[in-house]
């Protein structure tokens, strides 16, 4: 039996969504194909419309091997999965003679905590919580969210934090969530059989094609932690977003608030010595903080250089002191014990970091007008952490409507740690750029209007006049419209014309990322 050619691949996926094929589509799937046969890695920009998806998509399932996709948005992420997938592996099916198999892959934070759910949030007792929570009928929104939430758990297959509709605040979601230090771990966890991220990452171990963020790719490469499946191809859409976001995950804060948590979760599992010294370093370092200016930091001042030394070396005895000691009187003391570690250890990494220096960090003071003044540092490049970890045991391709800067992918390629095109090196790997155009001609088929009459853009989001402009130009349009805003806060009012009512996802507020 034949082999199905690429081409006769790539015309049943766009056929089967409804799509025309497009030279720059045809031209990418070839270079994508190539690149993996050739064990090789490929940047690729394809402009708005070319179908990048169908693109990359057929030339990896046609290969067989495993396939990570990481994305930067969650709305990619949804494309791809309830899309793009389930109709390109349908339509593959008769000529592959097999179904491949896919899912979508978060962090533990984004999934449901049933150990969180029915057993609470081991917490500071000013705090409550949770009271409203045990109330048989909450008056706050946060405890109606909270008995929203136990109720839906009873009903969701996937306990995805974005298959609950309407959503929640990050706080409720908080009380539901642990990150992946916080978690007891599914064999010491008494829901850990039933546990929803557990259950993401066993359906990621068994599919062809796992979708993921480019953050869970950052943890997974960077801090070494094998949180997605072994896999023999990588390909990063959005990649003009993945620099920032590995860059993001690659650093670390310290505020007096995040001490102080950390000082009080752990007051409750170690002696009071042990909690005092914490407790003096957690102050020094607060008071510090209140004459912090915004701004970057070329040296270490001397007394701060102290306070973090001092939370350094308070912090690590804590750290053994709940390591050795038990106490039964804590109530769910495995999950107290958790999360206190989890607060600790966070403030000793940063500490220590930012102490000891490094020339290739930056540090720097915030300033935010509700939460108060934090220290932070990142690395400032993260280009030999990617060349090492992201490009050295699978072929890679990166693609992305705006990968090119001054004609080339040079700028790009140095940033993820790549010689110039063509350049090969000791350690370096080889790669190559492909642009295949769009297949808008925008100067003939698009308008540019500036809707001088309005008032300049501010800070207070979407506006009644501007909705209502909005509306009149969709309605000249025939409809047709893609909005992209740079804010998610809904509108005050719907536009005068709109006729769209509870129908309307960005009135009903379905989808508070998402924009119709």
Not at 114 to 142: I, N
Not at 283 to 311: C, K, N, Q, T, V
Not at 366 to 389: F, I, T
Not at 505 to 514: E, G, H, L, N
């Amino acid at each position: 039996m034949t082999k199905p050619s690429l081409p006769e691949l790539l015309h049943a996926a766009v056929t089967a969504v409804g799509g025309t094929e497009r030279p720059g589509q045809v031209a990418m799937t070839e270079a994508v194909a190539e690149a993996i046969d050739d064990n090789a890695h490929l940047l690729v920009q394809a402009g708005t419309g070319t179908g990048k998806s169908l693109g990359y998509l057929v030339p990896a399932l046609a290969h067989g091997e495993r396939v990570v996709v990481a994305t930067a948005t969650l709305a990619l992420q949804r494309q791809l999965v309830e899309r793009d997938l389930p109709r390109t592996v349908e339509a593959l099916h008769p000529l592959l003679r097999r179904r491949p198999e896919f899912a979508m892959l978060k962090g533990r934070s984004n999934y449901l905590c049933l150990h969180r759910l029915h057993e609470g949030v081991p917490q500071e007792e000013e705090d409550g919580l949770f009271d409203q929570f045990e109330a048989a009928a909450p008056t706050s929104k946060l405890g109606q969210d909270l008995l929203r939430m136990r109720d839906w758990a009873d009903e969701t297959e996937t306990g995805d934090r974005d298959d609950l509709t309407p959503g929640v605040s990050d706080r409720a979601w908080g009380q539901v969530s642990v990150s992946s230090r916080e978690c007891l771990g599914a064999s010491k966890c008494a829901y850990g059989a039933e546990c929803f991220a557990e259950a993401a990452r066993e359906r990621a171990k068994l599919a062809d094609v796992v979708v993921t963020n480019h953050a869970l790719l950052a943890i997974d490469a960077i801090e070494g932690a094998p949180v997605l499946p072994q896999h023999e191809v990588l390909i990063v859409d959005e990649a003009h977003e993945l620099v920032s976001r590995v860059t993001g995950v690659a650093t670390g804060e310290l505020s007096p608030g995040q001490v102080n948590r950390a000082v009080r979760r752990a007051a409750k599992l170690v002696d009071e010595k042990v909690a005092d010294a914490l407790q003096t370093a957690a102050e020094s370092f607060e008071r510090l903080m209140e004459l912090a200016l915004p701004g970057r930091l070329e040296e270490i001042p001397e007394d701060l250089g102290y306070a973090l030394m001092a939370l350094r070396d308070a912090a690590r005895n804590v750290i053994s002191a709940i390591g050795s000691t038990r106490d039964k009187s804590v109530q769910d003391e495995d999950a107290v014990r958790k999360q206190a570690l989890a607060a600790v250890e966070s403030i000793h990494g940063v500490a220590e970091r930012i102490a000891n220096g490094s020339e290739y960090d930056v540090v720097w003071f915030e300033r935010h007008d509700r939460y108060g003044a934090s220290l932070r540092v990142a690395p400032l490049s993260v280009s030999g952490l990617l060349r090492e970890k992201l490009f050295s045991e699978r072929s890679v391709v990166l693609t992305s409507a705006t990968l090119k800067l001054g004609g080339d992918f040079n700028g790009v390629g140095a940033s993820l740690g790549l010689s110039p095109e063509g350049v090969e090196g000791e350690d370096v790997p080889v790669w190559k750029g492909l642009d295949v155009g769009s297949p808008f001609d925008y100067p003939k088929q698009g308008i540019l209007y500036v809707a001088r009459q309005l008032a300049t853009p501010g800070r207070e989001g979407s506006r009644s006049d501007m909705m209502d402009e909005l509306a009149e130009l969709i309605e000249a349009a025939g409809g047709r419209t893609l909005g992209l805003f740079s804010s998610m806060r809904p509108p005050k009012r719907r536009p005068r014309n709109c006729a769209a009512g509870s129908a309307c996802r960005s009135c009903s507020r379905v989808r508070k990322r998402s924009v119709s």
